[in-house]
């Protein structure tokens, strides 16, 4: 007798049940977001679906403490180590209506369906009466700063005291979408205009010549022209690295922590006559530079190596080099919220080590007079002017160059944005000169 399979469940349930074991696996678990919805998206078939996965996901992971506090506070009887799964729904029904603000009626009843979809019939009563209170009393505000490990809330605040407020409140908003137009394709106005005509709202920036902005994220498959290399996906810090860097024209470029290679593509798209070296330790992540490098129709040379040593080096200087160091992410929490759940202290005094021996490495494979150019997507200063000014304080030969205030403020000698100053997120440049002879 042939086994009956169980009928696929209604769309929108399904991706509350799939929001929810994303959840489920980030917050108690210890899984990465990014990870989990690369396997799980993909089992959505309408792009839609997955949109609204992916929405509900960083709005939970962005503020968990604030839903917890909630469900915490509206349970006579806290919930349990068995109840992940279900407090991880009630996460998705409560980020439906707040801040996401979708009708209450399709999130409230198929959030109660997903509770019987996970095979928790006997609790769909629960998850309807607390979504009902948080419609009724709304969904406390919270302290945005709760889920916070103390000791980098601690180091924030010791480094950047006056801005502490807006540095935890910006990590906790939506990013906008920033988008970086291959000029070798037309225009910024021309691809603008071709966003208006898909019915997508933009603005421009006038701090890089190819970035647009979107206040609300689009799917890169909407996107006219992207599998053709038309255009990419890339925050406005991250395409300043190409204005910071400036090589000169034809010369021989290292990149040396290239994964997933927007950095080398910008590079590439504006001067596809330098020599590029796209270097990455993994080999698995330096697939997607080479992926992004032959969606736009460029080349470079790929190496899987450590950029920490310079076996992997056969001698020949470089005139310019990017080192987009590892680094805590503390600048990118609004795109990265999972990194508050994974971080701990004794990650940063590692990365400083590790950016030392980068910086030392790279600095060596540069040619007398070359250029270097230190970035994090970090607000740490250890990890940024605190990290520059030992490195120059060892190497004698090396000279930090001013960057315009349009990188940030000063920090050292080198520039430090915040996250959301200028729509953007939190990083740091450095430029640095090896002097000749």
Known sequence: MTATRPAPLPAGVASRVIASRVLDAVLHRGHSLKAELASSLPTLPDVRDRALVEAICFAVVRQPARYAAAIDGWTARPLGRRDAPLRALLYVGLAQLDPLGLPAHAAVDA??????????????????????????????????????????????????????ESILAQSAAPPPMWLRVNLRHGTREAYAAMLGDSGIAVGASDEAAEALRLDAAVPVSTLPGFADGAVSVQDIAAQRVADALAPPAGCRVLDACAAPGGKTAHLLERDPTIALTALDVDARRLETVRANLDRLGLRATCVAADAADTAWWDGVPFDAALLDAPCSATGIVRRQPDVLLHRRASDIDALVDLQARLLDATWTTLAPGGVLLYATCSILKDENERQVDAFLARTPNGVAES???????????????????????GFFYARLRKRAG
């Not at 924030?156 to 006056?162: A, E, F, L, Y």
Request: proline share 8%; charged share 30%.
């Open 403 to 425: 960057l315009a205030d349009g990188f940030g403020r000063v920090a050292g000698v080198g520039r430090q944005r915040l996250p959301g100053e200028g729509g953007g997120d």
């Open 111 to 164: 959030t109660v369906e997903a509770t019987r979809a996970i095979k928790r019939p006997h609790q769909a009563g629960l998850v309807n009466a607390l979504l009902r209170r948080a419609l009724r009393d709304g969904v406390p505000a919270g302290d945005p700063s709760a889920h916070w490990p103390a000791w980098l809330r601690d180091r924030i605040t010791r480094d950047w005291p006056d801005d502490v």
